[in-house]
């Protein structure tokens, strides 16, 4: 009965829900407070006060026909209130005609992917990379193309995307901050590879659009500035998600920005709105529209993370755990302290520690920390992790 794809796909499935559902099985023998878990990016944090307001007010208003059907666009005044938000944000000019609302960042990304692909068209992906990308590129005929980011830095290289690019990329997705590595891609890496799709689109006699997956772009630390996607790329869009911004991953509520500078911006809207549709989606929740609409100025307060981030960093690179220091999102890329990942996650599981291996995320010989869980769990972890390296050392006769 089952498509073999799709079963040789869960023969394969998800390295974070493993590792997540392993930890509840944990839980069960030891206790919540003497597991780790570090798996998911599930926030831990309530939506700010604002976003509740809002919910509660919107429950019980006398609004008529809120949660009928819509245009597969969202709410236009939804719309039209978010345009004016990125605007004042960005300096762009984005009117409610280029935001089409979705299903959370997952929702929207297939979204695009279903508009602008044909059979065998590829799509560049920089590693490491949220692994769902994969599967969101390959439910719409696509072909992933990997790209490696500087194994220092973690920021795309130019020089190697420039080999991965052909006649048959449509186009290419930009996390950042990035989802695992906490990197902001900064304004020179991004306009290199700006100037680098110039040259190759007309070396291609083609067009190249850049997807941004923006779900973090509100969880910055240290002053870091996360450079406007649009501003740089003319052909872009972003997808956002409200999921970490103000904490409602469960809503799945998010929308998909077009370029206005972008030729046959309006074919492409067209084609998404088609999309929302045919997918099944139909429209995006009409009740969070209408939250979020009224929620803009919201977020959960980055600080929040930040500080745990601090302990976790400084603490781990005391104990020896070598790691690039995160600006952004509420993820560590340790690298594994066993040359092979997946051994090291196993065995830290035998210490009550869930992560999740660099593997899974295109980049063997790390892991990935989620550190959206309480300081008490961070705290509690430390033993752990010292006991856990210090295991490691004996291994390799350290």
């Known amino acids: 009965m089952l498509a073999k794809n799709i079963a040789n796909k869960m023969n394969g499935s998800s390295w974070i829900r493993d590792m997540f559902e392993q930890g509840e099985k944990l839980k069960q023998i030891y206790g919540t407070d003497n597991v780790y878990d570090f798996s998911l990016g599930n926030p ?35 719309r039209e209130k978010i345009a004016v938000h990125i605007n004042a944000t960005t300096g762009l000019d984005l009117r409610a005609e280029h935001i089409v609302m979705s299903c959370g960042a997952a929702g929207g990304l297939n979204v695009v992917l279903k508009a602008i692909l044909d059979p065998c068209d590829e799509v560049v992906i920089f590693a490491p990379y949220f692994p769902e990308y994969m599967h969101y590129i390959e439910n719409h005929g696509g072909v992933p193309v990997i790209s490696p980011c500087d194994p220092t830095t973690f920021l795309p290289d130019p020089g190697y995307l420039e080999k991965r690019l052909s006649p048959r990329t449509k186009a290419i ?64 869009v972003t997808v956002t998600s409200c999921s970490k911004s103000i904490a409602l991953p469960g809503e799945r509520i998010g929308w998909i920005s077009v370029n206005p500078s972008m030729e046959g911006a ?8 088609f999309s929302t549709r045919s997918l099944g989606f139909v429209n995006a929740p009409a009740l969070f529209q209408r939250v979020v609409a009224e929620a803009l100025e919201e977020n959960v307060d980055p600080n929040i993370y ?32 066993l040359e092979d990942d997946i051994a090291f996650v196993r065995r830290a599981a035998d210490y009550n520690i869930l992560v999740v ?42």
């Open 266 to 273: 309006s074919l492409l809207v067209g084609g998404l709105i």
């Open 357 to 398: 291996p660099g593997t899974a995320f295109g980049c063997p010989g790390h892991f990935r920390i989620a550190y959206c869980v309480s300081l008490t769990t961070i705290d509690n972890s430390l033993p752990a992790f010292k006991a856990l390296i210090e295991d490691c050392r004996r291994l390799q006769g350290i």
């Open 306 to 337: 930040k500080e745990r981030r601090d302990i976790l960093y400084n603490q781990l690179t005391r104990l020896g755990y070598e790691c690039v220091k995160p600006q952004g999102a509420f993820y560590l890329f340790p690298k594994s302290p």
């Open 44 to 78: 831990d944090l309530e939506p700010p006060e604002g976003v509740k307001k809002a919910l509660r007010s919107l429950v019980d208003s006398k609004l008529s026909g809120m949660h009928k059907y819509m245009s597969n666009a969202g709410l236009m005044s939804v």
């Open 173 to 236: 997705i930009l996390n950042t901050p990035n989802n695992p590595t906490g990197v902001v891609y900064d304004e020179r890496t991004l306009i290199d590879i700006a100037d680098l799709l110039k040259v190759k689109e007309r070396q291609y006699g083609s067009r190249i659009l850049v997807i941004s997956d923006e779900p973090y772009a509100s969880i910055v630390f240290d002053n870091t500035e996360v450079p406007s996607i649009m501003k740089i790329f003319e052909n872009s």
